[in-house]
């Protein structure tokens, strides 16, 4: 008897390697395609479902709920406001946008958007105290935004925001430019310091966003708009006053 007869296991015919060839054919090919699917999901994001808030869930139970005694949040929105839709003039609508220097975002949106901005808003201008000096919000990111915008939107009107928020602090001036509106000295002051920037710079205009000023003041605060009306009419120049939504209508007078 042969040693090859003799092995209990041997297959002469040869039918059990080809078996166990395409066996371990196929356990290959199942590793090798495990592997390109766990390469595949590792080198890509999951595509999950969205589970940022809507609108009405973040802000309206917000607006909408009874204010709480003390509060000073005003009275709720009344949303049964008439709302217009975009098919509804929208050729006559001037369109004004917010900018600000501390998020790079706004100024690639400025870049993608100019051609389609009416008038812009940027924040670059704050009060620094009571006596009616203010102060620039990043000389230098305003330089670069005002090169661009006269290399790319010439025709683009400018009307810088002024307020009385203190970057450095995350307050705001509100006792302060209370006192501010009170003294007749200080308008003045401001007047004059934000029309020399507003000629200075070549801008439309400007505008104003002055916050927690206390109820007792608000009637200085008309005044001093009509007194930065009078002094930059001649120049051309215009004034609008950012207001908060839920203010009523007493509190949104118009000078």
């Known amino acids: 008897m042969s040693l090859q007869n ?75 406001h008439q709302r217009y839709g975009v098919e509804t003039g929208v050729s006559n609508t001037r369109r004004f946008a917010f900018y600000v220097n501390w998020d790079p975002n706004s100024f690639f949106s400025l870049r993608t958007n100019a051609a389609n901005i009416d008038v812009l ?67 003045k002051k401001l007047v004059t310091n934000l029309r020399a920037y507003l000629i200075g710079g070549g801008f439309a205009g400007i505008t104003l966003d002055f916050k927690q000023i206390p109820d007792s003041d608000q009637i200085h605060l008309v005044t001093f708009i009509r007194e930065l009306k009078v002094a930059v009419k001649a120049d051309g120049l215009k004034v609008m006053s950012v207001l908060p939504a839920y203010e009523t209508p007493d509190a949104c007078l118009s000078p």
Do not use: C
């Open 121 to 187: 808003l940027p924040e670059w201008l704050h009060l620094t105290d009571e006596t009616g000096a203010i102060e620039r919000d990043d000389a230098r990111q305003q330089k670069i935004t005002n090169v661009w915008l006269a290399a790319n939107a010439p025709k683009l009107a400018v009307m810088p925001l002024v307020n009385n928020f203190v970057p450095r602090t995350g307050e705001w001036l509100g006792a302060e430019t209370g006192r501010l509106l009170r003294s007749k000295t200080a308008r």
């Open 6 to 80: 003799s092995q209990i296991f041997f297959d002469a015919s040869g039918k059990r390697s080809r078996w166990v060839y395409v066996a371990v054919a196929a356990i290959a090919l199942s590793v090798a395609g495990l592997a390109g699917v766990f390469l595949v999901s590792a080198a890509t994001s999951p595509a999950l479902p969205s589970v940022a808030p809507t609108f009405a869930q973040q802000y309206l139970p917000i607006l909408t709920e009874p204010r709480v005694a003390g509060s000073n949040l005003g009275p709720k929105v009344n949303l049964e």
